[in-house]
């Protein structure tokens, strides 16, 4: 893997609570763009980096926004990409089911950089012609609950507008 100076790095968590960091190479160790590379991330702190195995989700060069990646971890096709300028956000949802005979029901909640966190909650029942099949009613209660997590987003969105406006707002819902 290689960079430059001036490249912006961005790095996968480690684990589902962990933020995904991003920084600018500042220095390169190798003439070839190899590691150490010294990195400025994104919260200030300046260190030497050395990747390790999957850790690098992307290397763009600075120039544009549409910027191709210069590197690209293999099986990270499916992540953003990485902004060329920025702070980098990370939200996450926790989801949890339970279930009682026929019933099911999911709570989600949104653990944001906001002060509190959205929370919603869904509720699936199997009709007794159906196969007994719990995953159908953990998808569907999921499916649920997100569906209401999204509309509760939404609705903040609108009085975070209306609050900095004063006046009222209606966020599209595609």
């Given at each position: 893997?290689?960079?430059?100076?001036?490249?912006?790095i961005?790095?996968?968590?480690?684990?589902?609570?962990?933020?995904?960091?991003?920084?600018?190479?500042?220095?390169v160790?190798?003439?070839?763009?190899?590691?150490?590379?010294?990195?400025?991330?994104?919260d200030g702190h300046?260190g030497?980096?050395?990747?390790?195995?999957?850790s690098?989700?992307?290397?763009?060069?600075?120039?544009?926004?549409?910027?191709?990646?210069?590197?690209t971890v293999?099986?990270?096709?499916?992540?953003?990409?990485?902004?060329?300028?920025?702070?980098?956000?990370?939200?996450?949802?926790?989801v949890?089911?339970?279930?009682?005979?026929?019933?099911?029901?999911?709570?989600?909640?949104?653990?944001?950089d906001?002060?509190?966190?959205?929370?919603?909650?869904?509720?699936?029942?199997?009709?007794?012609?159906?196969p007994?099949?719990?995953?159908?009613?953990?998808?569907?209660?999921?499916?649920r609950?997100?569906r209401?997590?999204a509309?509760?987003?939404?609705?903040?969105?609108e009085?975070?507008?209306?609050?900095?406006?004063?006046?009222?707002?209606?966020?599209?819902?595609?």
């Amino acid at each position: 893997m290689r960079a430059q100076v001036g490249d912006h790095i961005v790095l996968t968590a480690t684990r589902v609570d962990d933020p995904t960091r991003h920084g600018e190479v500042l220095e390169v160790g190798d003439p070839d763009g190899g590691p150490p590379w010294t990195v400025r991330w994104s919260d200030g702190h300046i260190g030497v980096f050395y990747p390790g195995p999957g850790s690098v989700r992307s290397i763009e060069a600075p120039d544009s926004a549409d910027a191709a990646p210069s590197a690209t971890v293999p099986g990270a096709e499916d992540a953003p990409p990485a902004p060329a300028s920025g702070h980098v956000h990370e939200w996450t949802v926790r989801v949890s089911l339970f279930e009682s005979g026929d019933d099911t029901s999911a709570s989600v909640v949104l653990l944001s950089d906001a002060p509190t966190h959205l929370t919603a909650h869904g509720e699936s029942r199997r009709s007794t012609h159906d196969p007994d099949v719990p995953e159908i009613g953990d998808e569907v209660a999921v499916a649920r609950a997100l569906r209401h997590l999204a509309d509760r987003l939404l609705d903040a969105a609108e009085e975070d507008i209306e609050a900095m406006t004063g006046e009222p707002a209606q966020v599209r819902r595609v």
